[in-house]
């Protein structure tokens, strides 16, 4: 099968978030599974060359677009067998990816060229996958775009949610007119309460709706999780299903990650190398706790947007507590402007108990995973959630909230820990809990079960396989 798949940030070119490591390792599974897949992704100003690995800027091409046409270029490159476009223009030649005024046309562009683009690099696909708000109009488009390449009308689509909360909300003449679309569109799910909704147009326009995990997928029917579409997501129920995220396994694998100290796998020196990085870690962010030979301080790690959907409002509350219980801490994260300036306010409080980095640290990410004992992820709502697994992969435990994928992938008191009430007692319960285990042979039995989950893109992969091939034979 070739498969096109859209997406707004693609690992290890752009990424903001989870969205990035899916775009990425999605497609790599399908191509190692004999399929051909283009990925197509913004050109942003900011987009990384890996291994000296850039996008080969091949030409122009002219998208039907705000009542004529626009220019954009394309690069192209491929790597592990997985075909890459980016599309460039202006608009994306900003210092960051989202977070602009006009980021509703500046997407509505990138989805209304994706066709065009397609046919200039010669991928002529079977199946469309779209991801999130930024590629939702793409399904629109395809049923009801005018001017579209020869073989792109009404092929068959599927829309990922991958975090319902960012919705695409905009003006519905000014996105009819930029798209070049019919005005007289019916039914009409472009409309949401007079305001054009990306989102709810791909859940319209698709012939299937897929988010991140079977209990997100639930969640989102519901008025507390659906963020205004609980209605439309009840509406398609019938062509709406939840489906694991996996990770990349080479990527996050402690036996051969060299951003370690100390390798490290199921059957060799866990304890040892998780408390040499463990050490190296509290040196560098002047944690007290690791003297005695035979026993170092727990360590609690946050990975992580700092935003209320991960709960970590609650997190900053409850560190008196962790510092009670015994806990050191160590934050990586950059997000809510409030959250970034109360950190160091607490790591100032506890100088000695809580470390922390605000910004975004790829390489200090790694390590955290290996050094610490438990990671944090409070989260209000999680559609599927990459952090436990990456934890969980790296024998650390995740204390987390029972909700969305986080639900799905961790069993209490076997591979994490997990609290159902979204409060400041709930999330110390779960960590206590974590303490009172922390140290005996009950504490290893669960390191050694969360390493041995599999949550390799293998079974999810095959999973989207089996859709697509569905939605090709009913075309
Ligand atoms: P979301 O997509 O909602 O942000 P996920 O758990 O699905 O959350 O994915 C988050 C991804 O981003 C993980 O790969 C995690 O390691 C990474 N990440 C988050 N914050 C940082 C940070 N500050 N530095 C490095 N990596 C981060």
Not at 56 to 70: K, T
Not at 141 to 167: C, R, S, Y
Not at 177 to 182: A, E, G, S
Not at 342 to 366: C, V
Request: proline share 4%; aromatic share 12%.
């Amino acid at each position: 099968m070739r498969i096109l798949l859209a997406s707004s940030e693609v690992f290890p070119f752009s990424k903001t978030g989870g969205l990035a490591d899916v775009a990425a390792a999605l497609p790599k599974a399908l191509v190692d599974n004999g399929h051909e897949v283009l990925v197509i992704s913004p050109w942003y100003k900011t987009l990384k060359s890996v291994n000296d690995l850039a996008p080969l800027w091949i030409g122009d091409v002219s998208v039907p677009f705000a009542g004529g046409f626009e220019t954009v270029g394309i690069g192209e490159l491929q790597q592990d067998g997985v075909r890459y476009a980016f599309i460039g223009h202006s608009d994306f030649d900003r210092d960051s990816l989202y977070g602009f005024e006009d980021d509703t046309k500046r997407f509505a562009l990138f989805s209304r060229a994706i066709p065009q683009v397609a046919e200039r690099v010669m991928f002529a696909p079977d199946v469309v996958h779209a991801n999130d708000w930024h590629s939702a109009y793409l399904p629109m488009i395809l049923k009801h775009g005018w001017h579209l390449p020869e073989g792109f009308i009404d092929l068959p689509t599927v829309f990922t949610v991958h975090n319902v909360q960012h919705q695409g909300v905009g003006d519905v003449e000014a996105l009819t007119y930029d798209m070049r679309l019919p005005t007289e569109l019916e039914p009409n799910y472009f409309k949401h309460f007079g305001t054009a909704n990306a989102m709810q147009a791909a859940l319209g326009f698709s012939d299937w709706v897929t988010t991140v995990s079977p209990t997100y997928a639930e969640e989102l029917k519901t008025e507390a999780y659906g963020y205004g579409l609980d209605g439309t997501f009840r509406h398609i129920e019938d062509k709406f299903s939840g489906i694991l995220n996996g990770i990349d396994i080479d990527i996050w694998n402690p036996a051969t990650d060299d951003l370690l100290k100390q390798n490290y796998s199921l059957d060799s020196s866990i304890k040892e190398s998780k408390t040499i990085e463990k050490i190296a870690l509290s040196k560098q962010f002047g944690l007290s706790g690791f003297e005695r030979p035979d026993f170092t301080r727990p360590l609690l790690a946050v990975v992580s947007r700092l935003a209320e959907q991960k709960g970590l409002d609650i997190f900053l509350d409850a560190v008196d507590g962790f510092v009670q219980q015994g806990w050191n801490i160590m934050i990586l994260g950059s997000g809510d402007v409030w959250m970034e300036e109360k950190i160091p306010e607490l790591s100032q409080q506890f100088p000695e108990r809580i470390g922390y980095l605000i910004g975004y640290d790829e390489a200090l990410a790694h390590r955290i995973y290996a050094g610490a004992d438990a990671l944090a992820i409070p989260s209000r709502f999680e559609p599927c959630g990459l952090t436990q697994l990456i934890a969980m992969r790296y024998g650390t435990l995740p204390i987390a909230r029972a909700t969305g994928g986080l639900k799905d992938t961790i069993q209490h008191a076997e591979t994490g820990f997990l609290f159902d009430h979204m409060t400041v007692e709930g999330l110390l319960w779960a960590s206590q809990e974590a303490v009172q285990h922390y140290g005996k042979a009950t504490w290893s039995d669960m390191i050694k079960n969360a390493m041995k989950q599999d949550f390799s893109w293998k079974s999810s992969a095959l999973a989207y396989e089996v859709l697509y091939q569905k939605l090709c034979i009913k075309n």
